[in-house]
């Protein structure tokens, strides 16, 4: 029996103990896509042991955490989560699970043990799989569980999954990090880079297009060096219909009936190679705006921060893509105050920004993450300069924004309906392939379809259009 069958029998274990009644699960996810696709394996695991949905956290049996800590504001949140339902767990006797990245970090999980002991299961991110074994556990004899694992995850298959969505769906096709760029998290708690079997990933989506999916996101920390660690260790792995690199995944899932676009996040510049480039130009499917996360636009700090390309390599890299993409936009992410950034070295993050205008930017304020090497550095940025920059950068990228959002008014732009707006049931709501929000009046039975839209006007969040068939 494999790891998710032993788990499978846990899940109809757990249905069995309440007995057909009914219990029910509220989940809060607090992360990146990432992290919102774990949830998705998560509900699928909940849902299997007979617990229903409820949005309202104090009707549930049971609460998950799924928890982020990539700045510290994820922390604060969660902290302030568990402080407000102390009381519902000694009323109700709610099991309370936290899973996630931070529950990999040992100076957290000792400050849950210590100041929220009603805490019933730690859970980490190579064990999520485990969760149905830990449930029944608790259920069975009310011991409280730490089920955290300090190794490099294995890929598990197979995890049941519900998705929060029917028209547009996530894949995770590789896992955990390599690169170490020095204030990042990330590598320390999803582990070293692997990659899922091309074959599995290509099952997987052949499936959510037969149930009527038309959108899928590519997802992994460092999506674009998909099966490397593989190629250049030589570990073996299967290769599916050629599919030996992301290029190759990628002119495959373009051949997928019924799956009309293609995203993917998050791609590191270093990892952009010409057969990469080459796919995105030649499949159409292939969203033509590309997420070039650049941290920073001085070489020095660059450096300093371990992201291994220069200023010069970051906008060569730009033209060259420009160049062989015809209308490829960008949209990235940016740091602002890490430790030894001077105004001058910031200077060259605006420059880039003014120079490739991109069409949206991530936008973060440094925050030290314990264990980095960009913690222990010395010339930490004061917290009033950091925001002073922030507040810069982010009036700049306002303006670029409202000037680019006004050349869209008079295009015809392809757009997937995604639903009814959230602020007004009468509208429709979805998104050119360049990520932008479009609103429109139109029939409910466009949902799910790629429509053309002629754009009316702008709104610096989101774009009017009108259908045209
Ligand atoms: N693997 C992806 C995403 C990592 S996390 C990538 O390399 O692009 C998403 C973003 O959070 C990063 O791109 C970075 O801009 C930001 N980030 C990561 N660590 C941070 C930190 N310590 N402080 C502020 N922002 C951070
Ligand atoms: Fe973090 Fe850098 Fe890895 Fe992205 S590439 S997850 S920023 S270490
Ligand atoms: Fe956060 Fe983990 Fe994603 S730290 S950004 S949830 S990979």
């Not at 925050?367 to 950091?386: A, H, L």
């Amino acid at each position: 029996m494999n790891k998710v069958e032993q788990e499978l029998e846990y899940m109809e274990k757990v249905k069995e103990y309440h007995q057909g009644k009914d219990v029910k699960y509220a989940i809060f996810t607090m992360g990146c896509q990432l992290n919102e696709n774990d949830s998705e394996k998560i509900e699928g695991m909940l849902v299997g042991m007979g617990y229903t949905k409820t949005e309202d956290s104090k009707q549930a049996d049971i609460i998950v955490y799924n928890t982020c800590c990539v700045r510290e504001n994820a922390e604060e949140r969660l902290f302030g989560k568990l402080g407000e339902i102390k009381k519902q767990k000694e009323e109700k006797g709610t099991v309370i699970a936290i899973g996630g990245c931070m529950m990999q970090e040992k100076h957290i999980t000792e400050k849950i043990k210590k100041s929220y002991p009603f805490v019933d299961i730690l859970f980490g991110t190579h064990t999520l799989y485990k969760l149905p074994e830990d449930i029944y556990h608790i259920l069975e004899n009310r011991k409280k569980i730490e089920d955290i694992a300090y190794i490099d995850g294995e890929v598990i298959e197979g995890i049941p999954i519900v998705r929060g969505d029917h028209i547009k769906a996530s894949v995770t096709i590789m896992n955990g990090c390599n690169n170490f760029c020095s204030y990042c998290i990330v590598p320390y708690v999803r582990g070293r880079e692997r990659s899922r079997s091309p074959r599995d990933i290509l099952e997987e989506i052949e499936s959510l297009a037969k149930q009527g999916y038309k959108e899928v996101t590519l997802l992994g920390q460092n999506v674009n060096s998909y099966l490397r660690v593989e190629r250049e260790k030589n570990i073996p792995f299967e290769e599916y219909r050629g599919v030996n690199s992301f290029a190759t995944l990628l002119r495959e899932v373009n051949k997928i009936e019924g799956i009309e676009r293609i995203r993917f996040v998050s791609p590191h510049p270093k990892d952009f190679t010409q057969d990469v480039i080459e796919a995105i130009r030649d499949c159409e499917k292939v969203s033509k705006i590309i997420h070039l996360p650049l941290q920073a636009g001085s070489t020095s700090v660059l450096k300093a921060m371990n992201r291994k390309y220069t200023k010069e390599q970051y906008l060569e890299l730009v033209d060259k893509i420009k160049r062989e993409i015809p209308h490829v936009v960008f949209s990235t992410d940016i740091i602002v105050g890490f430790p030894g950034e001077t105004q001058r070295n910031f200077e060259d993050t605006l420059d880039v920004v003014k120079k490739v205008g991109y069409e949206q930017v991530f936008m973060f304020i440094y925050s030290r993450r314990v264990g980095t090497p960009g913690d222990k550095m010395e010339n930490q940025i004061p917290e009033e300069i950091k925001h002073e920059r922030f507040n810069q950068l982010k009036a700049l990228v306002e303006g670029q924004m409202e000037e680019q959002n006004k050349t869209y008014i008079g295009t015809v732009q392809k757009v997937l309906i995604e639903g009814t707006s959230k602020n007004n049931e009468n509208m429709l709501t979805g998104r050119t392939d360049s990520n932008k929000v479009v609103i429109l009046e139109g029939d409910k039975n466009l949902i799910g379809k790629m429509v053309n839209l002629n754009i009316i006007s702008e709104h610096m969040w989101y774009l009017k259009g009108e259908y045209r068939g």
